[in-house]
Nanobody, 115 residues
Framework: QVQLVESGGDLVQPGGSLRLSCAAS????????MGWYRQSPGKERELVAR???????NYADSVKDRFTISRDNTKNTIYLQMNSLKPEDTAVYYC?????????WGQGTQVTVSS
């Protein structure tokens, strides 16, 4: 069983920065796909950034050059550094871990960008 716990969400002004964390516990393999998704009211959950099983990093076009995903394999933790935040980045951010046909999701952390 895999558990994911996100943290770091907050209310921030446009142009500000936040860093999200996702700590994983259980049977974790650093080579599996793991990343961040987000969902805002009335919209489908969408990819933000992820590490893929073939060693690549994918970013949504809307966050390229503003967001950076990173990881600490010693802590089974991934991070999302978010800079130059915009109101349209407001959403619940979820951590995903994929293992053999199963998607594990965290409970989500709210990010609100507003003046």
């Amino acid at each position: 069983q895999v558990q994911l716990v996100e943290s770091g969400g907050d209310l921030v002004q446009p142009g500000g920065s936040l860093r999200l964390s996702c700590a994983a516990s259980g049977s974790i393999f650093s080579t599996n796909t793991m990343g961040w998704y987000r969902q805002s009211p009335g919209k489908e959950r969408e990819l933000v950034a992820r590490f893929t099983s073939n060693g690549r990093i994918n970013y949504a076009d809307s966050v390229k050059d503003r967001f950076t995903i990173s990881r600490d394999n010693t802590k089974n933790t991934i991070y999302l550094q978010m800079n130059s935040l915009k109101p349209e980045d407001t959403a619940v951010y979820y951590c995903l871990y994929y293992d053999i046909g199963h998607n594990y999701w965290g409970q989500g952390t709210q990010v609100t960008v507003s003046s």
